[in-house]
């Protein structure tokens, strides 16, 4: 935790607010992204539901494929444990839905680790045309994030339960990818490997995006290694989650952003 805070003092002294900004490209995703306060009709319903798994108090058996949570040791544990400590905030949730919904990200949007399902009804109300594909491995977690999806209408959404590397390999995409969030397993080996998938899966209008870029030295070092790749345009760390574009630009950059208080 207190490592924690010292990257993020280091972090917001290095960030810009969008008046530091000289690129078109990202002032324009600071202001329709990251400062758009527009609260779409969804964004209550899916926060309600949120609300309500955050209080209840039942066990799941978890069986955890990843890197395993720094909270969290047991393998039994209450739904809104898991709900107060491994879901995505509402804000950077809210920001992926904003990114699809402002860059029009069209057809098929991934999603690694889909946990009860929150993050992900925001990646399906973006764009209803978009099919989702969301991987999950602990069945028992699974479960709750599909009675999730029924209670908010969801149709476009395909969870799949098993291991990310496996079920990737057997995911064949009928067109390229708009959005992959990748948000599960946090080891360097395995950070590349699905990014590397995804850049097999992309066009220059994918949007990849990792999250806890900060969360160990090893997705510190995936965070690096990715900034360096040569199909990788620019780049947009927000802390919590790290941005990937590769749409052809005439210089390669890497921004770090954090909002304007003013
Ligand atoms: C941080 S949570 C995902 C949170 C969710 N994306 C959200 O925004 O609310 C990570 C999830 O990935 C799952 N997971 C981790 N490693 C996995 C693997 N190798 N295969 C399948 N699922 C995995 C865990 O069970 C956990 O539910």
Excluded: C
Excluded at 199 to 223: F, G
């Amino acid at each position: 935790m207190f490592l924690q805070i010292i990257k993020y003092l280091s972090f917001y002294f290095s960030a810009k607010t969008k008046y530091g900004i000289h690129s078109p490209f990202v002032f324009a995703f600071i202001e329709e992204i990251l400062e758009n306060e527009s609260n779409y009709y969804s964004f209550l319903a899916i926060e309600h539901i949120r609300k309500k798994i955050e209080k209840n108090s039942s066990e799941i058996i978890v069986n955890d494929l990843g890197a395993g949570s720094k909270k969290i040791k047991t393998a039994k544990r209450k739904i809104s444990t898991i709900a107060k400590t491994s879901l995505q905030e509402k804000k950077m949730a809210q920001i992926l839905f904003k990114m699809i919904n402002y860059y029009q990200l069209s057809d098929n949007v991934v999603e690694l680790g889909t946990s009860l399902g929150i993050t992900t009804a925001y990646l399906a109300n973006a764009k209803k045309s978009n099919k989702i594909y969301t991987i999950e491995g602990s069945t028992e977690i699974a479960n709750v994030a599909n009675s999730v999806f029924k209670k908010l209408g969801l149709k476009n959404i395909e969870l799949i339960i098993g291991d990310f590397n496996t079920n990737l390999k057997n995911l064949i995409l009928d067109s390229k990818l708009g959005l992959i969030y990748i948000d599960g397993n946090h080891t360097k080996s395995a950070t590349i490997s699905y990014f590397n998938w995804a850049l097999e899966n992309a066009n220059e209008n994918t949007i990849i995006v990792i999250d806890d870029i900060y969360w160990s030295k090893e997705m510190e070092e995936s965070w690096d290694y990715v900034k360096k790749l040569n199909e990788v345009t620019m780049t947009i760390d927000l802390f919590k989650m790290g941005i990937v574009f590769l749409h052809s630009v005439k210089v390669k950059e890497h921004f770090k952003l954090k909002k304007s208080i003013f």
